[in-house]
């Protein structure tokens, strides 16, 4: 089974600032791999699949990138409406999740 | 608008059943494969099973294989998951999910989910 670890396990950050978020796989994905945010609340949205496609609707302040083993979501400046928590996710496998906090 | 309504959650007591329903709406609910995934309370998101268009295919996580069943009627637009010998642990709430069609479980929509409680 293919473990995938987030982090950090909380990130503390303003509005404006540039999140970087890290999922990395225990063996290779290729680009087999999903970002989720979701907030308190509320269901998981599809941010990007494969590794690096922006799903509909998504800003183009969230970016992904990667292969392999190791997978970075970015957000280029912070809006108060991104702070939640993410999920990477390559199959059936979930990592534990990030929360990105308001700082 | 593509819709995912559950229904059927509920207390249960350990060693109890029930049956989970998902309503899909707004899309050709037979040319997707769909997905049952849970959270437990204040915990990630897990996997549970998922089933093929057809329902020809089924695959079910370790942790409930033989005791969780999913299935579907796609002339009904509906998802099932049966859950038998139901468990302390299973307690979560439970979101159908459907499939983009890349072949890699990515989820472009979920519903609301249902939340079961096992307690005695």
């Known amino acids: 089974e293919i473990v995938l670890t987030q982090s950090p396990a909380t990130l503390s950050l303003s509005p404006g600032e540039r999140a970087t978020l890290s999922c990395r796989a225990s063996?290779?994905?290729?680009?087999?791999l999903a970002w989720y945010q979701q907030k308190p609340g509320q269901t998981p949205r599809l941010l990007i699949s494969?590794?690096?496609n922006r799903a509909t609707g998504i800003p183009t302040r969230f970016s992904g990138s990667g292969s392999g083993t190791d997978f970075t979501l970015t957000i280029s400046s912070l809006e108060p409406e991104d702070f939640a928590v993410y999920y990477c996710?390559?199959?059936?496998?979930f990592g534990q999740g990030t929360r990105l906090e308001m700082k | 608008e593509v819709q995912l309504v559950e229904s059927g959650g509920g207390l249960v007591q350990p060693g109890g059943s029930l049956r989970l329903s998902c309503g899909a709406s707004?899309?050709?609910?037979?040319?997707?494969?769909m997905s049952w995934v849970r959270q437990a309370p204040g915990k990630g998101l897990q996997w549970v099973a998922n089933?093929?268009?057809?329902?020809?295919?089924?695959y079910h996580a370790d942790s409930v294989k033989g005791r969780f069943t999913i299935s579907r009627d796609n002339a009904r637009n509906s998802l099932y998951l049966q859950m038998n010998s139901l468990r302390v642990e299973d307690t979560a709430v439970y979101y159908c999910?459907?499939?983009?069609?890349?072949?890699?479980?990515?989820?472009?929509?979920w519903g609301r989910g249902t939340r079961v409680t096992v307690s005695s």
């Open positions: 089933m093929k268009e057809d329902g020809s295919v089924a």
């Open positions: 999910a459907r499939e983009i069609p890349a072949g890699a479980c990515y989820y472009d929509y």
């Open positions: 063996q290779s994905v290729s680009t087999s």
């Open positions: 996710q390559h199959y059936s496998n």
């Open positions: 494969a590794a690096s």
């Open positions: 707004g899309f050709t609910f037979g040319s997707y494969w």
